[in-house]
């Protein structure tokens, strides 16, 4: 037969064509016959004939006919495979010429059937040519059955089984490896797609009764897949994706539902809800939940049911289910599309309750049911279908089917959604049945810890679970490392999961402990990541929250933070340290002598390790880098709290005494104050403004701490436990040398720095020269043999200020004013300064808004520091004659009435009316208004006062006598929390002159009434 196929005798190979026919025939049923005719290469002699033949409408036909016979061995046939594709494009190609459809039937036959088994035969440029007959195949069978339909006898022999064949050779052709690699397909691939739509809209017949549905499906799921997994990112793979998705949308799911009724087998429906399973499962998550909503809408839940009923089998019924709960379950996070879901739910309640109590057995069909069950069952619980919420009959359900299906796939199946919804299902009847007290199964609640135990990390660890759901678990002992993983990952997360971890903390204890466990776990194992991520977590979740912050703290997070700063703080990286530094601080600004004394000692290791890890990362000349600035805070925080925690002062000794750390910021300030013009660019977030206001906001409460003696007794107690002192009077020798920083540099810095660095720079002034007239008002430093010229550019930048600053700026200057009029050891020249009228000018523009009757002078800066530079203006000036013209009767009465009117009355403003009584500005009648105000004051108080038997007033008591509109400061970040601190914590800068120091003592109701007191007793003895 091998030697006639090869003869030149057209009609020799035909015979021998059908000679090989009639014998395969015979041997139909022993296949080991024909494997044996494939082995000795019969196949290759066929393809030889169909590639060298000059005559293929004679030999065509009888030659495939044979080969599809062949193709039976297909093991062997795949073999010999390679040899075949080119003959048979040539024959396929031919047979669109020929009259004889069948060949092209059969010929696609065993061109699907040889690629199903090599696809890597197939290469990129074979594979383009095969889809572009392809196309012109599905073209012709349009074109024909616009006028006809396919199962009526049709010319050039086309039949249904044709139009099949193409459908099912181009799905098996996309499966190739060469097709991923050929994007220039997809296009044409589109082509053949809408020419198939049109041909089953054309023939409904086909459809249905001749698998056209069917091949339908099978190829546009093909399609799908192909184009959705690829490996090479492409515009044709995604536009093709988009293409079947909308022609899905708009046609084949019209032709489904249109004939719906009249398709009889299973095979079809099984197809069809495959392939729209397929993409709920695969597809890209926004466009699925797009196409699942259109599912909804053309009913196909309802679809789905009553498919079921038609076709009761366990394979059609997996398939149906698993698409219903694919669909709820892409429709989950809309609440809309839900509630279109809730609509579509059977009304049957019952049935599916009781499938759910069914055993699986581990059998597919009912896990797919029980997948489906839970899908609908979770989403009416969380919408509220009041069929399912509270029924004692659900929680019994999922009880028992924990106790039938323990093991089942279906709750142990890796990545199991299902899992996900049944395990909130039982937290939920769990809370409603354990609300009531009624009876639960013990067993089955152990059954599903040991569920989660196991199938955690598959299934919950990327879950967001809701608060209820975490309660559950953490009230676990068992579920103890699932517990510190959840507590993990939700503090790293966003602020919705944090608020909720903060609430579990307020209200279980258990929470604390297991945070406080999972902190210290992750410090003993060296964690760095996890370390940063949980005190981020715990400082976000305690910020301005003085119960949590307490709460954590008696649960020992200071001590876990020691141990990290002692052992890892020098090792471990910048962001990691300065995660821990800020919860540091967090607890810091919300300590007392209480928390601080359960610490034992950590505060004085942590100060010391701060301050060498600081002076360690800080280079001289140079910036303060960023993650510098959070250990700046915290010591200097630490600083500000010693004055009024003695349990600090050892902690903070260690951070006045360092000089090396003081000379440091000292030398940045020296270095930016020689910039000159280039301040003025100069942004506060830069490198160089971070380093100028870390350096300035270490000398403001250094120099804080030294000119209120705070420093000195630190540095004695520290020295000398025994021995005490009350002394004030600081040269710096006793903590170090005397500052660097002169008030020439920061007022080069005040002329030419942007407004917030003005602000702070002014704050530094202040403390300066706080600490320049610090001995009795006698000077040293800079100022103490400055020159007339030097001491005159000094005031004259600070006039400036003070008149044309606005808020914090002017204040600051003016009590720096203040600070160079009280100076008693002035020489002769620099006494002339005193003589110059600049004070003059700063108390017109200070009267100013608190006699303007539009102002809010409770909601405006100027009133919390006017009255008090008034008063010392007063008191400190020589008598001039621009007095009576600045503070006169018209100014006076308007500044009376606008306090009236606001009710606004503190210490300040009452001391201010009392020196401008004692100095004869005030008239009668003006004397009289501040009578009756006072009066009023004090009558409502002492009533207030007897009716509580002599308590102090409430906080509500005192919002009434002088309103606060600060902001709550704890809430702020550290670094604008230590803005604050130094920018407006200058109580003691006023000076108050005629103060008794028992009255300082005071708190600050009291000292009202002292002043309300003395003012009225004065005013009665000038009445007299």
């Not at 089998?313 to 669909?327: C, L």
């Not at 005159?792 to 003016?814: E, F, H, P, Y």
């Not at 520091?865 to 503070?887: E, G, Q």
Request: net charge negative.
């Amino acid at each position: 037969m091998k030697a006639s196929l090869l003869s030149s005798d057209t009609q020799v190979q035909v015979k021998s064509l059908e000679l090989i026919n009639l014998v395969c025939s015979m041997s139909l049923e022993t296949s080991e016959e024909i494997q044996s005719l494939v082995n000795e290469g019969l196949t290759d002699y066929i393809f030889e004939v169909l590639r060298i033949s000059g005559n293929l409408d004679a030999i065509a036909t009888s030659a495939i006919q044979a080969l599809e016979t062949l193709s039976l061995a297909f093991q062997s046939f795949s073999q010999h495979f390679s040899l075949g594709l080119e003959p048979l494009l040539r024959v396929l190609n031919h047979s669109f010429a020929s009259a004889f459809g069948t060949l092209q039937k059969d010929t696609l036959n065993v061109i699907c059937s040889g690629i199903a088994h090599r696809p890597d035969v197939v290469g990129a440029s074979r594979a383009e040519y095969l889809v572009e007959l392809l196309k012109k195949s599905f073209q012709l069978y349009r074109s024909v059955m616009k006028d006809h339909a396919v199962s009526d006898t049709l010319g050039f022999g086309l039949s249904p089984e044709g139009l099949n064949a193409t459908c099912n050779t181009l799905g098996t052709l996309l499966r190739a490896p060469s097709c991923s690699r050929t994007p220039s397909i997809c296009l044409t691939l589109q082509e053949c797609i809408c020419a198939l739509t049109d041909c089953i809209s054309a023939d409904p017949i086909y459809a249905t009764h001749h698998k056209g549905l069917m091949s339908a499906a099978y190829l546009f799921q093909e399609a799908y897949i192909f184009s959705i997994k690829q490996t090479i990112p492409s515009e044709q793979f995604t536009a093709l994706t988009d293409f079947l998705m909308t022609h899905f949308h708009f046609h084949m799911l019209s032709i489904f539902t249109t004939n719906w009724n009249n398709i009889s087998d299973e095979i079809t429906a099984n197809a069809f809800f495959d392939l729209v399973r397929n993409i709920l499962q695969t597809g890209d998550a926004i466009k699925t939940r797009t196409f699942a909503r259109i599912l909804v809408s053309k009913n196909w839940i309802s679809m789905a049911y009553e498919t079921m009923s038609r076709f009761p089998t366990g394979d059609f019924k997996q398939i149906a289910y698993s698409t219903i709960s694919k669909m709820i379950d892409r429709l989950s996070s809309s609440e809309e599309a839900v509630q279109d879901v809730m609509l579509h739910l059977p009304t049957d309640v019952e049935g599916l309750l009781l499938l759910l109590e069914q055993r699986n057995d581990g059998d597919l069909h009912l896990i797919a049911a029980h997948q489906a069950i839970i899908a609908i069952l979770f989403t009416a619980v969380e919408h509220g279908d009041s069929r399912f919420v509270g029924s004692d009959k659900l929680m019994s359900s999922l009880e028992q089917h924990l106790l039938v299906n323990a093991s089942s796939s279906m709750l142990a199946s890796p990545s199991s959604a299902a899992l996900r919804h049944f395990f909130l299902l039982f937290i939920h009847g769990h809370e409603d049945v354990s609300s009531q007290g009624r009876f639960r199964s013990r067993k089955a609640e152990n059954n599903m810890v040991d569920i989660l135990q196991t199938e955690y990390i598959s299934s919950f660890r990327d879950y967001e679970l809701p608060m209820h759901a975490l309660k559950w678990i953490m009230k676990k002992e068992i579920l103890f490392p699932i517990s510190k993983d959840l507590l993990l990952r939700n503090l790293y997360a966003g602020s919705e999961d944090q608020a909720i971890i903060a609430q579990l903390t307020k209200e279980d204890d258990r929470v604390t402990e297991i945070l406080m466990s999972l902190f210290l776990d992750v410090v003993e194992r060296h964690l760095e990541d996890e370390i940063g991520m949980v005190a981020t977590g715990l400082a976000s979740i305690s910020k301005g929250d003085l119960n949590l912050t307490k709460k954590i703290h008696r649960h020992g997070v200071v001590s876990i933070l020691r141990r990290f700063i002692l052992l890892q703080g020098m090792k471990a990286s910048e962001s990691t340290v300065t995660s821990c530094v800020d919860l540091l601080f967090q607890q810091l600004v919300f300590l007392d002598e209480t928390m601080v004394a359960m610490d034992e000692g950590a505060w004085l290791d942590i100060a010391s390790q701060a301050e060498k890890l600081l002076v360690s990362q800080l280079d001289k000349g140079k910036i303060v880098r960023t993650c510098s600035v959070s250990l700046v805070n915290l010591i200097t925080l630490i600083m500000h709290k010693s004055t009024k925690i003695l349990a600090l002062k050892e902690a903070a000794s260690k951070v006045y005494t360092s000089s090396e750390l003081r000379e440091t910021f000292e030398q940045h300030i020296a270095n930016a104050s020689q910039k000159g013009s280039v301040l003025t660019t100069m942004d506060i977030n830069s490198d160089e403004g971070v380093t100028l206001s870390a350096s300035l906001l270490f000398c403001v409460l250094w120099l804080r701490g030294v000119s209120n003696g705070t420093a000195n007794m630190l540095h004695e107690g520290m020295n000398d436990r025994n021995e005490r002192t009350s002394s004030k009077s600081i040269n710096g020798k006793r903590i170090g040398s005397s500052p660097r920083i002169s008030c020439q540099q920061l007022c080069q810095l005040l002329c030419f720095c942007t407004t917030p660095l003005q602000i702070l720079t002014s704050s530094c002034l202040v403390e300066l020269l706080s600490y320049a007239r610090a001995n009795n008002g006698k000077m040293h430093g800079d100022l103490a043999e400055c020159s007339l010229n030097h001491l005159r550019s000094v005031t004259l930048i600070l006039q400036g200020t003070a008149s044309g600053g606005d808020g914090l700026l002017r204040k600051n200057a003016c009590i720096c004013l203040m600070r160079l009029l009280e100076m008693t050891s002035l020489n002769m020249k620099q006494k002339a300064v005193r003589r110059s009228p600049w004070y003059k000018v700063v108390a017109q523009e200070l009267l100013l808004p608190l006699a303007n009757g539009q102002v809010d002078v409770v909601k405006t800066e100027e009133i919390y520091y006017s009255p008090p530079i008034l008063t010392t203006i007063l008191c400190v000036s020589p008598p001039n004659k621009w007095l009576p013209s600045v503070f006169s009767s018209k100014v006076l009465g308007a500044v009376i009435q606008n306090f009236k009117n606001t009710q606004y009355i503190t210490v300040e403003t009452v001391e201010l009316f009392l020196e401008l009584l004692k100095r004869g500005f005030l008239e009668h009648e003006q004397v009289e208004t501040l009578r009756a105000l006072y009066l009023g004051v004090r009558r409502k108080y002492y009533r207030e006062r007897s009716v509580m038997n002599g308590a102090s007033p409430t906080a509500t008591d005192k919002e009434s006598f002088a309103p606060n509109p600060q902001e709550t400061v704890e809430k702020m970040d550290p670094g604008a929390f230590m803005m604050h601190l130094a920018l407006r914590d200058t109580g003691d800068h006023f000076v108050k002159q005629h103060q008794d120091a028992e009255i300082s003592k005071l708190d600050n109701e009291s000292r009202l009434l002292v002043q309300i007191d003395e003012f009225l007793q004065r005013s009665d003895r000038d009445m007299e």
